[in-house]
């Protein structure tokens, strides 16, 4: 006879041995312990926008995408940096089948930093498009000639000839003394909602002197109303055995009356360089304020020499009849670049 902890242990092997002779997988048993991100994505090691000839403005970085749909075409915002990786434009590529990308405009921007003493001087940045009320509508990084980062906003009939809006000045400034954003904002994320209220999830720098997302919300796209007291509303934290350092470039998505986050974290642990250092990571809210976060990252970077062996980030999220297709920035050297635009595909559960 057996002992009552004995044979408590033998009946659940048994149990265990029946069940994955039962099952036409055995792993998919055993992969019910391990923790998956609310959707895995596949990445396709492809690079689909590449950083351009010398002296173009997109010969160094081709990163940041925003895409849209737009008629039976594939549109892709982007920016681009030039030969000294901080002047930076914003350009435009269009695709019939969202993996073959064409540069548009003769390979030039389409957007234009700003001349000498303008609040964009030397950098329009991070651009977040949407297409609303016949117009095509983008909120952006600005940078001046003293790096001192605000948001901005243009409009355009055709997507391609931008004016600036708000008489040619910035539509989100720092925030209040003491506050997580009191020394930048940038790298803007909206979407507009059923009730047409825009929301926009966007960096901020301040006493922490590392990114945090803050959120704000406007009726006209101009006049921004911060939320949460004006607080941020996502902090670093520790996701399975990542622990962020910072959190930063959001991209969120509205899915069925809640929100979808997937924003870019890079560890404070020693692995500066390697895999896993920094990746993609999913959130999910009900309000856009408050955000439960995954239990493990949907994809980090990858291995040495890979494409994006330095870091993946900075996504864009499209559904595809219940696909996701996410468009991210892939830093594919040790030493940061060049950055280009990446795919990684999450098929419908069946």
Known sequence: MCSKSLCSQAVRLIVLLAVLASTADP?????????????????????????????????????????LKVGDEWWMWYNGRTDDRFTGSIGLATS????QWTKQHGGNPVFEHGATGAFDSTKVDHPSV??????????YTAGDDRSRYTIGYAASTDGVRWTRQNNVRPVLGPGKAGRFDDQVVLHPAVLRDPTGLLHMWYNGVGPQKSFR????????GIHWTRSNQGNAVLNPGVVGDFREGYVYNVFVMLDEGRFHMWYSAWTVDDRKTGPNHNGIIHAVSSDGDTWQKDSVPTLTNGPPNSLDEYACFACYVVKREGDLWMYYSAGSASTGGPYRVSLAVSRRPR
């Open 27 to 67: 792993r998919a048993v055993l992969a019910q312990d391990t923790p998956q991100p609310f959707r895995t994505f596949e990445k396709s090691n492809r690079i689909l926008l590449d950083v351009g000839e010398k002296g173009k403005f997109d010969s160094t970085q081709a990163k940041y995408p925003s895409v």
């Open 213 to 220: 997302v803050g959120h704000a919300t406007s009726r006209d």
């Open 96 to 99: 019939p089948d969202g993996l």
């Open 130 to 139: 949407l297409y609303f009320d016949g117009k095509f509508h983008m909120w």
